[in-house]
């Protein structure tokens, strides 16, 4: 059968899997990217949650938290050293500020799309605004923000309380930031693990069966083992379970919870915005 090196390449991007391995399970499964991909999976060759983004432009991340409002915006450019320039530095916080201010929802709202515009004339290089998100913060919440780099990656944490006053705490602030640079450090795909869909637990947990089953262990044995290894991959996939990028002796969770109970409080992690420049969802 004729695969396509396109194909074996898009599939060692998900996967992270050997080229030859991903090209022998396309020919196995008759082309079917799917199946080659589940099939990397059994065979332990391939990352079993790893996700498929591929930076494609440069850019700029900026992200801004202000009074009830927070907001993570997405300018791109064609090179990196017109991601560095003021003028475009500037810009960037330009759009994110009307956007908090004003409301819009739309990248080609007019009144942000004409800046670009001005500016593309003035540095006669292409960009444009790709994204952006808005958090509102209520009284009994508070946002944290944190940028890597030069922009490159920006993210936006939001924690809520029943007693709101504790924000005020630089320890519970601490906290805040933290949880903001786990996020840019491991991108989990998930907040909790009641979020993950059920058909992708139900995948996970046959690719793990097939792998197990081939260790010749008894039934009981092997519904043990895959439990185990279901409770593993939360803890690899899910915020809330993930070791704690500060004590990875304990999960964020349990730090939230450590947190909050010194101060007479409870803390909750309720919202994330992870955004990395060129990225492709």
Known sequence: MNIQASDVKKLRDITGAGMMDCKKSLIECGGDFK??????????LAAAAKRSHKAT????ITTKVAGTKAGILELFCETDFVSRNKDFVELSGKL????LTHGFTDVNEPALADQVSDITARIKENMGLKRFTAMD????????????????IGVLVKISSDKPEVFSLEEVQTL????????????????????VDTAYLDEQEDIFRKQTEALGKPP??????????????????????????????????????????????????????????????
């Open 35 to 44: 199946q080659a991909e589940k099939k990397l999976k059994e065979l332990g």
């Open 57 to 60: 432009e440069n850019g700029r």
């Open 96 to 99: 994110l500020d009307d956007v």
């Open 137 to 152: 913060i209520a009284e009994n919440e508070y946002v944290s923000q944190y940028i890597h780099g030069e922009g490159s």
């Open 176 to 195: 805040a930031f933290d949880l903001a640079l786990h996020t840019a450090f491991h991108n989990p795909p998930y907040l909790d693990k009641g979020q």
């Open 220 to 281: 009981q044995v092997i519904d043990n083992i895959v439990k185990g290894k279901i409770q593993k991959h939360f803890s690899e996939i899910c915020f809330l379970q993930q070791p704690f990028v500060k004590d990875d002796k304990r999960s964020v969770e349990q730090v939230l919870a450590d947190v909050g109970k010194a101060h007479g409080a409870s803390l909750s992690l309720v919202d994330y915005v992870y955004y990395r420049v060129g990225e492709e969802s």
